[in-house]
């Protein structure tokens, strides 16, 4: 079956006013997080909080395998000497990153697209900070019902460009190598293509070519259609 997997962040789902790294928000996001859940955090915890972040923060600190879902956050509650709700604590603190949240402007036409056409369609994207993946799911709005599977790095155990995601999707859709074509928006997307042994095709905003090895280089996502073999 002809499988067409995507990147979410910077792919299907844009972010309006937010960087690849979010250690500049790590502060607002926090006090805003500990205030929905009326907890009055000290400037030591608040600190505490920040440097497990920066930890897990794979733009500052490279990892490949990944954490378990959840996890980050609950280490950053845990510094809290009083019990809080961690759960709803996470929540808060990723709502704060989701309020901009909104699908590349193709992208709804290109799926629609794929789906007539008897294509699979899947996502496969890492989790920032180990982020539950409805959470993740919620991103993509309306562009949901059009995909097939939804796969984020703590569902796989590794991050990309580690080729084990898209591994398994081969053997699920039961696809050949050659059948599957990988879209994103970084290097690490054409690398883990590359990996995993498919097509992969880089989209870029910017005039400035890119080249990490991808098949080709696309402008908006309906440019796919024409590497649909």
Known sequence: ????????GETLVFY???????????QSALEKAFKKIDYQITLNELEYCKEILIFYNTREQHRIFEVKESEVLQRVAEVCNKRIDWQRFELEFFNYFKRKAKPEETAINTLEYLKQKGIGIAVLSDAAYGMPKDLLVND?????????VVYSSTDI?????HPKGIEKLIKQFE????????????????????????KS????KSDEYKDFGQTATIRRLSEVQQYIV
Do not use: C
Not at 1 to 8: E, H, T
């Open 201 to 204: 095709l880089l989209l870029s």
């Open 140 to 148: 993509l709005g309306d562009l949901q019902k059009l995909i097939d």
């Open 157 to 161: 155990g590794f991050r990309k460009p």
């Open 16 to 26: 309006e006013g937010l960087g690849l790294s979010w250690k500049e928000h790590y």
């Open 175 to 198: 696809s050949g190598k050659d059948q599957v074509l990988f879209v994103g928006n970084e290097k690490k997307d054409i690398e883990v293509a590359i990996n995993a042994g498919v």
């Open 1 to 8: 079956m002809k499988l067409v997997i995507f990147d979410l």
